[in-house]
């Protein structure tokens, strides 16, 4: 279960006093500011918040496209702020997949060619690249529409191509960044049934940001970010971490 202390052993995820700034001129801006939160394996974890609390920015620290200000960030024991820039480019390629709103998928390849794309970098041969590609479409409903372009897609569909491709090399975690946030309500119900499965049925741990509380309820446990702090909510009363509690 995700915990706001610092109090757990062998989580997947620990982070630990995590803050992160940026520079604007001269003006320092606290984004993110000492940050607790250990989380297990196989957990779906739903951050929610107004705009600018640092949603996108915690996810982009967990998959380390971005490195804290001070604190840590562990997964499975490794501290990844620490590693060189090959080296967690390496790690990300082996534990990560991401999931944005806008899908990011090449209008020029098609959908067996875009999930195709993160194991080209791999040793995997052509057969077994392949055989990757066929089970994470068939995995989404997309069997057959392996030939598809995205233009040939719904936006569902697109999405479905997205989070195929974000699987394929069968990662560790997912950070969904807003994943139904250009969807209507029932492709956007078949986009959440799926990184549910991926949850409770392959074990992946599951980072969703989203401002859709219906979205967010899918979730095992709802996080809320304001301000840089990391709130949980439970009995309607919101209780703040412990590192809001303690003095800097």
């Given at each position: 279960?995700a ?80 590693l ?18 806008m ?5 020029v390849?098609?959908a ?105 309820k ?16 439970a ?14």
């Amino acid at each position: 279960m995700a915990r706001l202390d610092s109090g757990g052993k062998g989580a997947l995820v620990e982070i630990r006093n995590l803050d992160k700034k940026y520079h604007r001129g001269e003006e320092e801006i606290d984004v993110l500011r000492g940050l607790n939160l250990d989380v297990e394996k196989g957990e779906f974890i739903a951050f929610m918040g107004p705009s600018g609390s640092g949603k996108t920015t915690l996810l982009n620290l967990i998959g380390g496209l971005d490195a804290p200000s001070a604190g840590s960030v562990r997964i499975a024991g490794e501290e990844i702020s620490a590693l060189s820039g090959r080296k967690l480019a390496a790690w990300r390629s082996r534990h990560i997949g991401f999931i944005f709103q806008m899908y990011n998928l090449i209008p020029v390849l098609t959908a067996f060619q875009n999930v195709q794309l993160p194991l080209l970098l791999t040793g995997l041969s052509k057969p077994e690249r392949r055989r990757h590609v066929d089970d994470a479409l068939a995995l989404v409903g997309l069997s057959d529409r392996t030939r598809h372009y995205p233009r040939q897609l719904s936006g569902g569909q697109e999405q479905r191509v997205a989070i195929a491709r974000a699987i394929v090399a069968d990662p560790t975690i997912l950070l969904c960044d807003e994943p139904t946030g250009d969807l209507d309500r029932a492709s956007g119900d078949e986009i959440l049934n799926i990184i549910g499965k991926l949850s409770k049925e392959f074990g992946k741990t599951v980072f969703l940001v989203t401002h859709d509380p219906v979205a967010a309820k899918r979730a095992d446990t709802i996080l809320h970010l304001d301000k840089g702090t990391l709130l949980e909510y439970a009995a309607e009363k919101p209780i703040a971490s412990k590192a809001e509690e303690s003095p800097r």
